[in-house]
């Protein structure tokens, strides 16, 4: 069972949206989450069950999708955003894709 | 509100056993599943293993061998060992709350554990 995130590296603006995909090599229903990781710090929590946001997330994170595609919306880059995000499913040991890194363009 | 802090040796000599505790503040470790998950640059996020306030455990085939968890809820803490050390397992070691059966939503600060002689 493998995620495999797209693109690796996104170069955006603050203001712009940010699409960022996840696939699955199987089907995942949609028990999906997303983490948002800084440099030196945890993961944490964005996004679970594909489309619910965590306590405290704000709402310009959105999550969507089912079965195999996923994606992670930020609809207005805010500067502390730009960090790696991760998704990851149960199968396999809790598995994790391997990160897209959202850096400022 | 719920505060994870762990702490641990950071540098170990091959051959040696990893150890490192986790402290669960604003929260009680029993009803959920804490993990043991690490990264890596290379292999990325791994868990490792798992266990519940009854003591029950799942541990990654791929680390089982070494590996051995513990908890004390009179402390509210939960210990990782991890025996037998190499390179390889130099890595950013976490402590976390498995919530609903597969995603972690409250974490350790995270305690980087390099492995060289």
């Known amino acids: 069972f493998v995620l495999t995130q797209s693109p690796a590296t996104l170069s955006l603006s603050p203001g712009e949206r940010a699409t960022l995909s996840c696939r699955a090599s199987q089907s995942v229903n949609s028990y999906l989450a997303w983490y948002q990781q800084k440099p030196g710090q945890a993961p944490r929590l964005l996004i679970y069950d594909a489309s619910n946001r965590a306590t405290g997330i704000p709402a310009r994170f959105s999550g969507s999708g089912s079965g195999t595609d996923f994606t992670l919306t930020i609809s207005s880059l805010e500067p502390e955003d730009f960090a790696v995000y991760y998704c990851q499913h149960l199968t396999n040991w809790y598995t994790f894709g391997q990160g897209t890194r959202l850096e400022i363009k | 509100q719920v505060q994870v802090q762990q702490w641990g040796a950071g540098l170990l000599k091959p051959s040696e056993t990893l150890s490192l505790t986790c402290a669960v503040h604003?929260?009680?470790?029993?009803?959920?599943?804490w993990s043991w998950i690490r990264q890596t640059p290379g292999k990325g996020l791994e868990f490792i293993g798992e266990?519940?306030?009854?003591?029950?455990?799942n541990y990654n085939p791929s680390l089982r061998s070494r590996v051995t968890m513990s908890m004390d809820t009179s402390k509210n803490q939960l210990s990782l060992n991890l025996s037998s050390v190499t390179a390889a397992d130099t890595a950013v070691y976490y402590c976390?709350?498995?919530?609903?059966?597969?995603?972690?939503?409250?974490w350790g600060q995270g305690t980087l554990v390099t492995v060289s002689s």
């Open positions: 604003g929260g009680s470790l029993s009803v959920y599943y």
């Open positions: 266990i519940n306030h009854s003591g029950s455990t």
């Open positions: 976390a709350r498995k919530y609903r059966g597969y995603f972690f939503d409250y």
